[in-house]
Structures are given as structure tokens and as C-alpha cells.
């Protein structure tokens, strides 16, 4: 059954584009953004502004939470992710080159855009730990849970082309 929902919650992510994550602000409150994203399995990759408030949240409390929504017609094709995660900064150059190559086949257009104020963005992999599986085509609000343990991402890691995006 967990390779079941594996499945599904990779097919949600190849269906969408964007998703909204929670950070932690200092104060303790959570704030959400939303923003565009490239995955490799279950670990999502983002950019972000180098100084914005969720990069700033992800540097000092690596904890969040996001969802993903793929569009659909009606609500009985809702379907949709829910992921408690951790996010980490990649910080070489190799890793934000690696992470740029994957933004820029997904989203082609990003090659003709400048960075703010000249700053390149600041990269972050998104490890997952616990994923809830929305799918109203199994009834209204029909959710199935599963925990991310180091086997799952030891199955990802094994399906990477440079297992040094997730380190052992």
C-alpha cells in the first residue's frame, strides 16, 4: 500500500506547479507562500529570494509544512498533498547548478529572467517526513497518511542521477 500512495503523491507533484509552504517566522507564527517547485520523487526543490522572510524562516527552524494542489474540473477530481518536512539550504554551487538544469526544464521560461536586484536565489531540498494523500474519488475527503522514513528516501536517492542532492 505505501508504494501505492508513493505513486499517487509523485503523480499529484508531476500534476502541479506550484505549492504553498508554511515556514516558521521568528515570532513563532507560521506564514505561507506560495511557490513554483521541481521534485525528484518525493524530495521537493525550491528558489527563493536569498534574503526573504522564508528563507530566513528555513535557516533557523528547518521545519515546514506545504500542500500541493493539482488543478481539476470538478470536486470529484480533487486531489491533492499535504507534506510535514524539512527543508535544507543547498549551499554549493555544483547542488544550485543541479537545481537550476531541473527548474529550467520545468519551467523553460525562467532562463529570460534576471534574479532581483542581481542576488541568485537561495535553494532549498525538501525532505518529507510525513505526506497525506487528499482524493475525493474515493469519497468526499477521502485522506490516506504515511510516514517518510530513511528507506523511502534511500529508494529516491537510489532513483537520482547524482545521489549527492541527498546526503546519507
Not at 521541481?38 to 528555513?58: E, P, W
Amino acid at each position: 500500500m505505501k508504494s501505492d500512495l508513493e505513486k499517487k503523491a509523485i503523480a499529484i507533484l508531476d500534476a502541479s506547479n506550484d505549492l504553498a509552504i508554511a515556514t516558521v517566522r521568528h515570532d513563532g507564527f507560521p506564514q505561507n507562500t506560495t511557490v513554483s517547485f521541481v521534485h525528484d520523487g518525493l524530495t521537493l526543490f525550491i528558489g527563493v529570494g536569498r534574503d526573504s522572510q522564508k528563507a530566513r524562516n528555513m535557516r533557523r527552524d528547518p521545519r515546514v509544512s506545504l500542500t500541493v494542489t493539482p488543478p481539476y474540473s470538478d470536486w470529484d477530481h480533487i486531489r491533492g498533498l499535504s507534506m510535514a518536512a524539512r527543508a535544507t539550504e543547498m549551499t554549493t554551487e555544483e547542488e544550485s547548478a543541479e537545481i537550476v538544469g531541473m527548474m529550467l526544464k520545468r519551467f523553460p521560461q525562467i532562463a529570460n529572467m534576471d534574479p532581483m536586484e542581481g542576488i541568485p536565489p537561495a535553494f532549498f531540498r525538501i525532505t518529507p517526513t510525513i505526506l497525506s494523500i487528499l482524493d475525493y474519488s474515493l469519497g468526499f475527503g477521502h485522506t490516506d497518511t504515511m510516514t517518510v522514513d530513511d528507506t523511502d528516501i534511500a529508494d529516491t536517492r537510489e532513483s537520482m542521477q547524482h545521489k549527492w542532492l541527498i546526503p546519507t
